[in-house]
């Protein structure tokens, strides 16, 4: 069974930039797809960005493409999520998942997922 750790987060200004990371507890992390989802009070959650391991194809929501880099280090068995240009919107807790599966699907497709990690944007 695959832990995910999530770190990174915090308080970071309009326009500022925050790396998250997702640490997972086995060394086979490159088999698994990544999804970063978000959360904010009183909303559902929803899909951010994700990469495909068998390829390695990256999808991003509408509203962080640009700004939002999903990338991989599968020696650390980790995944990143890099976040510029930040935003109030972007404000939620973030989740990473993962699943034994060759494409992206909603949250409903993943089995693990880590605890999460605040986000806040504000000035």
């Known amino acids: 069974q695959v832990q995910l750790v999530e770190s990174g987060g915090g308080l970071v200004q309009p326009g500022g930039s925050l790396r998250l990371s997702c640490a997972a507890s086995?060394?086979?992390?490159?088999?698994?797809?990544i999804g970063w989802f978000r959360q904010a009070p009183g909303r559902e959650r929803e899909g951010v960005s994700c990469?495909?391991?068998?390829?390695?194809?990256?999808n991003n929501t509408d509203s962080v493409k640009g700004r939002f880099t999903i990338s991989r280090d599968n020696a650390k068995n980790t995944v990143y999520l890099q976040m510029n240009s930040l935003k109030p919107e972007d404000t939620g807790v973030y989740y990473c998942?993962?699943?034994?599966?060759?494409?992206?699907?909603?949250?409903?497709?993943?089995?693990?997922w880590g605890q999460g990690t605040q986000v806040t944007v504000s000035s």
């Open positions: 998942a993962a699943q034994l599966i060759d494409y992206c699907p909603g949250p409903e497709g993943y089995e693990y």
């Open positions: 086995e060394d086979t992390l490159q088999y698994y797809t």
């Open positions: 990469m495909s391991y068998i390829d390695g194809t990256t």
